[in-house]
């Protein structure tokens, strides 16, 4: 499994102490308060012992509700597991749906994540190419031509990481139209799935229901919880007693502090939610302007809280740009070779970072591309 390149830009602004931080994919909001409150009320009053496998029935019952009243999506709580983050759910899917030697269909770009924990299972990864002719969508018809006996998973990403991007209704009917002809499974990755700008945050299978999909949610991102650990997968019933059985070979169960926390921002005030979102959209416009101006080509983002910047102009692979920008500007972003092949070409800018932080990182970025053209 090769190392992750973002966290080794992490590592190297983190080494020079000064730089501004764009690279990495965590809220700079803290943790609503009433969530926090819900956690250490739990750990004092003793609720801290095993949990059940799939999540307590009281955050299972939410979540259904939630995906219901948020997502559009029919669920029950018996297709809801509570996992140990986004990337259990992830990890435990793959495992699920796909046996050793089976081949998993990743878009290029998208999260490298997905690559590393199918390695570790023993898939074999085929890379579809999101056309920036079609809008960064997938091409069902070029994904199929992919598709051999032994292909198992299609993943995809919306809002995507890094692009932004949300399946258009187009594409996912194209995609659960080829899952369900082919017998195929689609794990959709949605744990953005509450920060869109242009439109409700409906879920693929709200768009397209399907017993071919599975989605994946987490509470990092929506409701900045990062590092509690508490993420979803939603599955047809049959599938999500599997995923339970999966989970407890390999972490148990979420601690019940964090799943009553996770409780608790479902059902406390989501202005919370609202703000943060709305404060996302201001920065991408922010940097979006800040990009224009200095003549730097970049991907409009319709959701997640990232920009797609091309930096081909520049000369340089997108790992050695990044590292140049860090050492010369003293802007740390994430190189987009690490989100695949197709991505040499630009870096991703996270939105994760205050209005100054932005509009200075992405002056000293313009400034460097231009150095390097000679504007």
């Known amino acids: 499994m090769a190392p992750s390149i973002i966290r080794e830009l992490m590592d190297a602004a983190w080494e020079r102490g000064d730089a501004i931080r764009l690279e990495v994919g965590q809220p700079d909001f803290s943790t609503p308060v009433h969530v926090v409150e819900a956690a250490d009320r739990a750990a004092r009053d003793g609720v801290v012992g095993y949990a059940p496998n799939a999540g307590i029935p009281e955050l299972r019952d939410a979540l259904a509700d939630k995906l219901r009243r948020v997502n559009g999506t029919d669920a029950t709580a018996g297709q809801v597991v509570v996992t140990t983050g986004g990337m259990g759910a992830i990890f435990t899917s793959l495992r699920v749906l796909a046996d050793v030697g089976d081949e998993v269909l990743l878009p290029d770009p998208g999260w490298p994540n997905f690559e590393m924990a199918a390695g570790l299972l023993g898939l074999r990864v085929v890379r579809y190419r999101l056309d920036p002719a079609r809008g960064h969508q997938p091409d069902p018809a070029e994904l199929e031509a992919l598709v051999t006996d032994r292909t198992a998973v299609i993943v995809t990403v919306s809002p995507s990481n890094p692009l932004g991007v949300v399946l258009s209704e187009d594409s996912i009917h194209g995609l659960v139209e080829l899952v369900e002809r082919r017998g195929l499974w689609l794990l959709c990755d949605q744990v953005y799935d509450e920060l869109t700008f242009d439109g409700p945050p409906r879920t693929v299978a709200a768009v397209a229901p399907s017993p071919r999909i599975v989605t994946i949610h987490s ?145 000293r970025l313009g400034a460097f591309v231009g150095a390097r053209v000679g504007r």
């Open 219 to 363: 509470f990092s991102k929506v409701y900045a919880m990062c590092g509690w650990r508490v993420g979803y997968a939603v599955a047809p019933v049959a599938v999500a007693r599997r995923l339970t059985e999966v989970q407890e070979a390999v972490t148990s169960s979420v601690n019940l502090p964090a799943q009553h926390a996770a409780l608790a921002a479902l059902e406390g005030p989501q202005a919370v939610v609202a703000e943060m979102r709305d404060a996302y959209r201001a920065r991408r416009d922010l940097v979006l302007d800040g990009l224009r101006a200095a003549g730097v080509p970049a991907v409009r983002p319709a959701g997640a809280f990232y920009v797609w910047a091309d930096v081909s102009a520049a000369g340089l692979g997108s790992h050695a740009f990044s590292h140049e920008l860090l050492r010369e500007g003293g802007v740390a972003v994430a190189p987009g070779i690490a989100f695949g092949a197709t991505g040499d070409h630009a870096v991703r800018l996270s939105l994760a970072s205050s209005d100054a932080d932005l509009a200075e990182g992405v002056r």
